[in-house]
């Protein structure tokens, strides 16, 4: 098994939670879990979770291809009806222990947080401001977030980093 995910799994494990626990997710609460489980594996498993870079966007960091993949349902929660209970188990099956059990603190940690929380929390983080430095609240944006940005900003969080 390779370290690095396609963000369709990952984004595929936080859409069959939310299906299991009844508790539905828009694309912009599942592009911040996303960023949140890249950042926290960066620094706690020592590697990247997933190939694709997030882009500092208006509303947050974003994939854009993942945002596509369910654009359609604007700003209304996320209808997967093939990811069930079965199909969640093979979600967790091919992911690493170690990433499973990231994965399952990131939800411990931002799962409860509603869409527009987990917005705030990125707007007051370092690697989406230094990334949309000198931009208007408002202007598009398709600059890059810094993969090095974000590990060394969450790096400051972990006891695992500390000397």
């Known amino acids: 098994m390779e370290a690095v995910q396609r963000y369709s799994l990952i984004a595929d494990y936080f859409i069959a939670l939310s299906n299991e626990r009844q508790s539905p997710i828009t694309n912009l609460k599942l ?3 996303v960023y949140y489980a890249q950042a926290w594996h960066m620094v706690l498993v020592k590697r990247d979770l997933i190939a694709e870079n997030f ?3 208006v509303h947050g ?3 854009p291809a993942l945002y596509n993949d369910y654009r359609e349902f604007g700003w209304k929660p996320l209808m997967r009806d093939d990811l069930t209970p079965d199909a969640f188990t093979k ?3 091919q992911l690493p222990a170690d990433t499973l059990q990231l ?3 990131v939800c411990y940690e931002y799962f409860g947080l509603e869409a527009f929380e987990l917005e705030k929390l990125t707007h007051n983080e370092d690697p989406w401001l230094i990334t949309r430095k000198g931009l208007a609240d408002d202007a598009p ?3 890059i977030i810094d993969k090095a940005l974000i590990k060394g900003y969450y790096s400051k969080f972990s006891m695992d980093e500390q000397d």
């Open 31 to 33: 592009q911040k879990l």
């Open 91 to 93: 979600i967790k099956e």
């Open 141 to 143: 944006s398709d600059r």
């Open 61 to 63: 960091p974003v994939i």
């Open 103 to 105: 994965l399952q603190d």
């Open 55 to 57: 882009q500092a966007w």
